[in-house]
């Protein structure tokens, strides 16, 4: 069949931003939290340790509806005008760990081969980690975790100024995108064999440089789609939540609208005509095997 006589479906991967992570219905906050927040003089809320008592995975079940038909996947959709959206994503993912994600689903037998398919990889951090524990993707990112602390104690072990510094701790530049462009190239002959259409971001300048430094990949279009929401201030609270620092669905909806325009750009066989209802999927929680 030919591409342009099948329905289209994009296929969105990422973390918390890609989730929708920061679209929350303020009807959901207990009393409390909403007091809270009124008397908080430092945002985002859940950046405080001890308003992380709020978080709760009561509080993100509730709101996870609202992430995922707010934020840019879904936006981004609608713009592309597809039949059907799978945002494959999940809040503090790695890069590795979303991948994994996307094959336990099936991936290797291409369950969408009756689709025009575009994947989006709106890809993180890069010295995330992640492994299989009790059967499930857990995914580490913090020095207070023990199998975290111990990758990144190895890795640091090589004397190196070719570092970046993530809060207080530094990072090997090279080791830690290796193990993105690894995963990323993964990705990528999946997209080549199965006549997929991909497009690679990332969050910023210095990571897109470092990537194209160890990997100048054509489906690699760097941080280009995101400088106008970075360009907006932190505390324009239409655009970046109050409660988490991540976009609102304001915010998300620049970024699809640049996002659009990159791809219009360089897929642009790939515009649908679906005017109806989109077909939306969400595969982000763990396979426990």
């Known amino acids: 069949m030919n591409l342009q006589n099948k329905k289209k479906l994009l296929i969105t991967l990422g973390c918390s931003h890609t989730e929708g992570y920061g679209c929350w219905d303020e009807t959901t906050f207990s009393d409390e939290m909403k007091t809270a927040i009124d008397n908080c003089d ?46 494959i994503s999940i809040g503090s993912s790695s890069n590795s760990g979303v991948v994994k994600l996307f094959f336990d689903n099936n991936l290797q037998n291409n369950p969408y081969k009756d689709y025009d398919v575009l994947v989006v990889w709106l890809m993180t951090e890069p010295f995330r980690i992640s492994f299989y524990i009790d059967g499930k993707v857990r995914n580490f990112q913090n020095t207070n975790e023990k199998i975290f602390d111990s990758y990144l104690r190895e890795i640091s072990k090589s004397a190196s100024s070719d570092e970046f510094e993530h809060g207080s701790v530094r990072f090997p530049k090279k080791d830690v995108l ?44 760097g941080s280009d789609a995101m400088k106008r929401i970075w360009a907006i201030p932190k505390n324009d609270f239409e655009y970046w939540s109050k409660i988490c620092g991540h976009m609102t669905e304001k915010g998300y909806g620049l970024f699809a609208n640049d996002l659009l325009d990159t791809i219009k750009l360089n897929h642009s066989g790939f515009m649908g005509t679906n005017i109806n209802q989109i077909e939306m999927e969400y595969l982000g929680e763990p396979i426990s095997y």
């Open 42 to 87: 430092s945002f985002p809320f859940f950046k405080k340790g001890e308003n992380l008592v709020y978080h709760t995975e009561e509080l993100l079940d509730t709101n996870r509806i609202g992430f995922h038909e707010k934020g840019w996947p879904m936006q981004l959709g609608k713009l592309l005008k597809v039949d059907k959206v799978v945002n």
């Open 178 to 221: 290796l193990e993105s462009i690894f995963y990323f190239k993964i990705i990528e002959t999946v997209c080549e064999k199965n006549e997929w259409r991909l497009v690679g971001l990332n969050f910023d300048d210095f990571l897109t440089k470092e990537f194209v430094r160890l990997y100048n990949s054509k489906n690699y279009y």
